[in-house]
């Protein structure tokens, strides 16, 4: 996957900064291989858990920075697992300040202390030299704005989701989901001041740190003012109220990017498939696939048990990726242990457990997609052209289970839904033919993700030019 952009802009020196679990730092990683093949500098800072994935990719400056997300959904699944509320408002607590204090922190260290040689050296970099361009995704756009008010450099922003001021998704989604356009417009400036109250603090007292004066209002003014390219990394036909509002405007839709080829082969995820899940899914009919990505399941052993028995009764073959801990398949309630593959799942040939996959070439030979809806995961389901179901657990999820509900390409829910009471009837309604037809079509009609790549670079050239 190449981007072919008319013209290149005179080679700059880019940084990323960013925060998030992969389907957050990838679409950048897509972004950084093709800008820095052709040319330009790009130093990339992201969660210290996903450092390697980008370096593997073949980025060639890779610094980590800011809070561990890994860790913290490691303790999160434990956590949350326990039930107990005293535990888990510890542990936002405790990701709330981290996520902020240690990027502040990072930050800092890199680019504002007397000395960064030492970390350079280190971590084989080039050296730490302030940016020409900033791009920044959205936990990391309040420090974006502050350092491109420092740096006086362009900033960019990536977002993989439409959620900002609109008329069809207020703030929050669920209470404003029936409300008029006009009160879901509104909801956007008391969500804006609700994140000041929040951040505020912590976004000020990095401000000093860089010697600017306090800020007294949400950062997003600073967007507004300088007509800061947002880049929607998601496709318009998904949202096509909100890409006809904002037409015209620095909110730009571009589509759903995707690791070239080559980096998904230096990540060992090639094209080929691993040959005991090929073999797998062509001695079957096409399964349901299965997915949860990184985000904590507080009982997955249950969240199994229903998803398999449900697919059984209806003679549906599983396939589930990142479950590979659950053997025993065919017992009422799946018991831990740690084994991939189909191995030790009885007597049966329905259900294969493995870890991450590469889900362009895994999806289009099942029949549907259960998933937690996450931008990368639900791009990957709809481009695949079978029906997606999505069991949302928080942050942009439940607004993209709207959307694919709103489309009639799938069902949209909660992960509290899924349950032996209901999964079955959705599985029932995800598989009619009316809503496998609309996948379909709409998988067609879908930005290519080169296309899409090649919009983007265009976009982040022509603002550093």
């Not at 542990?91 to 800092?108: E, G, M, N, P």
């Not at 960019?156 to 008329?167: E, G, K, M, Q």
């Not at 799946?334 to 493995?354: I, L, R, W």
């Amino acid at each position: 996957m190449t981007a072919h952009p008319s013209q290149k802009s005179t080679s700059q020196n880019i940084l990323f900064v960013l925060s998030g679990s992969r389907g957050d730092i990838q679409p950048a990683v897509s972004l950084g291989l093709e800008l820095q093949k052709r040319g330009h500098t790009v130093t990339f800072l992201c969660t210290p858990s996903l450092t390697t994935f980008a370096r593997t990719a073949g980025l060639q400056s890779v610094l980590p920075a800011g809070i561990n997300i890994g860790d913290v959904t490691d303790r999160a699944r434990s956590t949350l697992a326990s039930k107990n509320p005293i535990a888990i408002a510890k542990l936002a607590a405790h990701f709330l300040k981290h996520s902020v204090d240690d990027l502040h922190q990072d930050l800092t260290n890199y680019y504002f202390s007397h000395d960064n040689t030492q970390c350079s050296a280190d971590m084989d970099h080039p050296g730490l030299t302030q940016p020409t361009l900033l791009i920044v995704n959205p936990m990391c756009q309040r420090q974006g704005t502050s350092l491109a008010e420092k740096w006086n450099i362009p900033l960019v922003v990536l977002r993989y989701a439409p959620i900002f001021h609109n008329s069809y998704s207020g703030w929050p989604h669920k209470l404003t989901r029936r409300a008029p356009k006009w009160i879901k417009k509104k909801s956007w400036h008391i969500q804006e001041w609700f994140d000041f109250l929040m951040y505020g603090h912590w976004e000020n007292a990095f401000r000093r740190r860089l010697g600017l004066t306090p800020r007294f209002h949400p950062f997003t003014r600073y967007l507004r003012d300088n007509s800061v390219p947002q880049l929607q990394l998601c496709d318009p036909k998904v949202v096509p109220d909100i890409a006809a509002e904002w037409a015209g405007t620095n909110k730009i839709f571009v589509g759903y990017l995707d690791l070239p080829a080559s980096a998904r082969r230096r990540l060992d995820e090639p094209d080929t498939l691993p040959t005991d899940l090929d073999h797998w899914l062509s001695s079957g009919s096409a399964p349901l696939f299965v997915s949860f990505g990184s985000m904590p399941v507080s009982n997955p052993a249950r969240l199994v048990g229903t998803i398999i028995s449900a697919a059984r009764r209806r003679n549906l073959r599983v396939l589930f990726s990142g479950f590979d801990g659950f053997t025993n398949v065919s017992d009422d309630e799946p018991q831990a242990t740690p084994t991939v593959g189909n191995k030790n799942h009885g007597e049966t040939n329905d259900v294969y457990f493995t870890g991450a996959v590469n889900q362009t070439t895994v999806l289009p030979r099942c029949c549907a997609a259960v998933h937690h809806g996450g931008a990368g995961t639900t791009a990957a389901s709809l481009r695949s052209g079978n029906p997606t179901m999505i069991y949302a657990f928080g942050f942009e999820q439940p607004f993209w289970a709207s959307c694919i509900e709103n489309l009639g390409v799938g069902v949209g829910s909660s992960l509290s839904h899924l349950t032996d009471e209901h999964f079955g009837d959705d599985l029932d309604r995800a598989l009619s033919s009316p809503v496998r037809d609309a996948a379909q079509a709409f998988a067609a009609e879908m930005t290519s993700p080169d296309q899409a790549l090649s919009t983007a670079i265009r976009l982040i050239e022509n603002e550093a030019s």
